[in-house]
């Protein structure tokens, strides 16, 4: 036996540390939509954080549960970060409107329960 | 015990208590990723969703896709020792040869060679299985009969099946302490996964045949079967590089890893 085996623990190691950094490198989405698809106009983005979206059936939950409002024009949902960009037509909608939107309680055979939370807005 | 054993052994008990922990902390109440976050499967079962409409499927993120990528170059370069090294499920299932034969004194059963060479491609069928619904459902539909999820969720994870997912565990608990490593060699989809990069494995273990002398221990080491004693490099994709050959080995030279 000669130093050689050393390798493969040095290799985990590294790889371990890579696998763990590497995440923060990437972003991809785990629900992308279009609620308006025609529209043209000039938008605004709000990036949310929200509490109670973490995977594709939470994120579809919240597309959902916002669909009517007017004046939205896309979502981009990212779970594992429970963030949601939304793009909307600012001369419509505001962000607080989303925000309140986003917080409505559902109706539930136990009573109105809120599923999501807004932790946090930017808008730009 | 060898120094590189003593390592790996040290290897095995950080990645199973930090699995636990996470275990411990979903139990608890914590506000914390589950084991689901860090399973490299899930990076694996998510490739597909990305290509076809570039999002993950389910609860997948980018730390599932990030490890996926990091154990794909780590066969690559080390075969499969990810499987020795670092699961937890292996470390516990070695566990259990290491308590029939050293604690209970009783011998190792193992599947008749003929019943063995057809039972190993069951994890193929597994690993197509879990592509097939997982895509087709957008949901990690096989959490519910993950062994692994269900042990390292204390049996609160969510998706799993009521009873259902307990059965399933203590089946492969059953299974694998009383024929050696079963879980591993005829059902883990990321075992189905890694073996054609296995094949190209840079690092593997190689026998010094003239050296050799022709004792058998190394044959007798190894968990996976291989009769290392009648090769000269081991490419055989299941091995997991957990050098019990190496370390078991008292002829001096005949035994090391090389590419």
């Known amino acids: 036996m000669t130093w050689k085996v050393w390798i493969i623990p040095v290799v985990i190691v590294a790889l371990s540390f890579a696998g763990l950094l590497g995440a923060k490198q990437i972003s991809l989405p785990t629900l992308t939509y279009m609620f308006d698809k025609e529209f043209r106009g000039e938008t605004a983005t709000a990036k949310l954080t929200v509490d109670g979206v973490r995977c594709y059936g939470t994120a579809n939950a919240l597309r959902e549960h916002i669909a009517s409002l007017p004046g939205l024009v896309s979502m981009v949902a990212y779970g594992g970060r429970h963030r949601v960009d939304l793009q909307y037509d600012p001369r419509r909608l505001m962000p607080e409107q989303i925000t309140e939107s986003i917080e409505r309680p559902v109706s539930t055979p136990q009573g109105p329960v809120a599923f999501f939370k807004v932790v946090s807005v930017d808008v730009n | ?259």
């Open chain 2, 1 to 259: 015990m060898t120094p590189i054993r003593i390592v790996r052994k040290a290897f095995q008990v950080f990645f199973l208590a930090a699995t636990v922990s996470l275990t411990v902390k979903l139990l608890a109440g914590v506000r914390a990723p589950t084991v689901e976050y860090y399973c490299p499967m899930g990076g694996v079962v998510s490739l597909w969703g990305l290509v076809r409409k570039q999002q993950f499927i389910c609860a997948l993120s980018e730390m599932n896709l990030s490890l996926a990528l990091a154990l794909f170059a780590g066969v690559l370069l080390t075969k499969k020792s990810f499987c020795s090294w670092v699961c937890p499920l292996g470390t516990i299932f070695e566990g259990f040869s290491w308590t029939r034969s050293k604690v209970m004194r009783r011998e190792v059963l193992r599947v008749p060679d003929k019943a063995d060479a057809v039972l190993k491609y069951v994890k193929y069928a597994v690993l197509v299985a879990i592509f097939l619904l997982s895509y087709r459902a957008s949901e990690l539909v096989f959490r519910g009969y993950d062994p692994f999820y269900t042990l390292f969720t204390g049996g609160k994870g969510h998706g799993l099946i009521p009873t259902v997912s307990l059965v399933v565990l203590g089946v492969v608990l059953v299974g694998t302490f009383v024929f050696e490593m079963a879980w591993c060699r005829y059902l883990c989809p990321l075992g189905a996964v890694m073996d054609p990069l296995s094949k190209l494995g840079l690092l593997k273990v190689k026998r010094n045949g003239p050296a050799c002398s022709d004792c058998g221990a190394c044959d007798r080491a190894c968990l996976q079967r291989i009769p290392v004693s009648r090769l000269g490099k081991v490419t055989r994709v299941d091995c997991t590089n957990c050098l019990a050959c190496v370390s078991r080995c008292k002829t001096p030279g005949a035994m090391d890893v090389g590419v």
